[in-house]
C-alpha cells in the first residue's frame, strides 16, 4: 500500500499537530529536499538553473506572498509585482549605500521595506473590499511604478534608470556559480516556506481565514479586522520583498522598472488561482504551471521538427497557455492543489471503490 492515513494514531496534540501529520508525506517531503539539496546540484546544467529552477522557486515564494493576501484573507490584490519592485530597489540602495551589511540582514530589510509599503497601500482594505480593493491595490502598481521611473534616487542617479547588482556574498563566501546561487535561493525559499506555513495554523492565520469567509461574523466573536487585514498585508508584502530582492539580485542581475510591471503582478495572480487558492503547495503548483509550461511550449515544434518562425511559436504558445488556464479553471475550480488531494485520497481507500 502506496499511502494510507490509517492505524496512524497520534497519541498527543503535538503529534497531531504536525505540519506533515501523515507518514508517507514526510518521508515524501524528505525525499524531495534530500534531492533538491544533495543531487540536483550535480546533475543540473547552467540552463536548468537559471532558465528553469532559479525563477521557478523565486516566483513560488512571491506566490506564497500573494497566497497569504489572496487565498487566505481573501483580500485581491493586482499590485503584487509592485511590492516585489520595493524590495528590490531597497535591497539594492542597501547594498550601495551600506556596503558593509550581510546579504541575508539586506534581504530582511528589503522585506520590511516592502511590508511598510504594504500596510501604506493596504490601508484601504479596512474601507473598502471586493472588485474596488482591487482597482486600489493596482492604483499602487501604477504608483509604484512611475516613481521607480522617475525618482533618480532610488536608481542611484543611473542616467537610464536600470540597475546593475555585485554577486551576492556573505560570510566572505560569494555565490558566483548557478549551482550556488539555486542553493542558496533554495535555503531561502525553504526557510520561508515552514514560517508560511507555520503561520498560517497560528491564531493569525486563523483570523485571516475568519475574515476571508465572513468578515461580519468574525469581528462577532472577537476579531479585530483591522489587525488582520493589516497583517495579512504586511506579511504578504514581506515575502514579496523578499521575492523581489532574490529576483533583482539572483535571476536577473541588472534590471529596469518594466521588470515589475502589471503583468508580472497578473502572473503571480494567475499561480495562486491555478495552484489553488489558500494552499501553500498549490503555490509551488501554479509557479511550476506558469512559468515551466510555456518553456515546454517554446521546445515542442523543434522536437516534433516542425519549422516555424519564432512570432508563430510564440503566438501559438500563448494560445495553448490560455486554453490549458481555462481548462484548468473549468476541470477544477479549487486548483492543482485540490488535484493533489483528491490523488491522495484515492490512494488511501485504493483498491476498494468507496
Known amino acids: 500500500m502506496l499511502y494510507r492515513e490509517n492505524g496512524q494514531f497520534k497519541s498527543t496534540y503535538r503529534a497531531d499537530q504536525q505540519v506533515l501529520p501523515i507518514r508517507q508525506d514526510r518521508w515524501f517531503m524528505a525525499a524531495v529536499l534530500v534531492f533538491a539539496f544533495a543531487v540536483v546540484p550535480f546533475i543540473g546544467t547552467q540552463y536548468t538553473f537559471q532558465a528553469i529552477l532559479i525563477p521557478f522557486l523565486i516566483y513560488s515564494l512571491a506566490a506564497i506572498g500573494v497566497n497569504l493576501l489572496v487565498g487566505y484573507c481573501g483580500q485581491i490584490s493586482l499590485g503584487s509585482a509592485a511590492f516585489m519592485a520595493v524590495g528590490a530597489y531597497a535591497a539594492y540602495n542597501f547594498a550601495v549605500r551600506v556596503p558593509q551589511l550581510n546579504f541575508l ?46 525618482v533618480k534616487w532610488f536608481s ?11 554577486p551576492v556574498s556573505m560570510f566572505g563566501f560569494t555565490f558566483e556559480t548557478p549551482a550556488e546561487k539555486y542553493l542558496f535561493v533554495l535555503s531561502v525559499v525553504v526557510v520561508m516556506t515552514l514560517v508560511a506555513k507555520n503561520l498560517v495554523r497560528s491564531h493569525v492565520g486563523r483570523a485571516w481565514m475568519a475574515i476571508r469567509d465572513m468578515d461580519v461574523a468574525a469581528k462577532v466573536i472577537g476579531i479585530r479586522p483591522v489587525h488582520a487585514k493589516l497583517t495579512a498585508f504586511a506579511v504578504s508584502s514581506f515575502f514579496l520583498g523578499i521575492a523581489g530582492a532574490l529576483w533583482g539580485f539572483v535571476h536577473l542581475g541588472s534590471w529596469e522598472p518594466a521588470a515589475f510591471n502589471l503583468s508580472q503582478s497578473l502572473r503571480l495572480l494567475f499561480m495562486v488561482i491555478i495552484g489553488g487558492m489558500g494552499s501553500i503547495l ?4 501554479g509557479a511550476a504551471f506558469i512559468w515551466l509550461t510555456p518553456l515546454f511550449l517554446n521546445q515542442v515544434p523543434a522536437a516534433l521538427g516542425v519549422q516555424l518562425s519564432t512570432a508563430t511559436i510564440s503566438h501559438i504558445e500563448l494560445m495553448i497557455f490560455g486554453s490549458l488556464i481555462v481548462f484548468f479553471l473549468i476541470a477544477e475550480p479549487h486548483g492543482l492543489a485540490r488535484l493533489w488531494a483528491i490523488g491522495k485520497e484515492k490512494l488511501r481507500l485504493w483498491p476498494f471503490p468507496h
Open 105 to 150: 540582514v539586506i534581504l530582511v530589510l528589503a522585506g520590511l521595506a516592502a511590508a511598510a509599503v504594504g500596510i501604506l497601500f493596504g490601508t484601504p482594505s479596512l474601507r473598502i473590499k471586493g472588485l474596488y480593493l482591487a482597482v486600489a491595490t493596482l492604483a499602487a502598481q501604477f504608483f509604484l511604478d512611475w516613481t521607480f521611473a522617475r
Open 156 to 166: 542611484n542617479y543611473s542616467p537610464s534608470g536600470a540597475v546593475s547588482t555585485t
Open 282 to 285: 498549490g503555490s509551488f503548483f
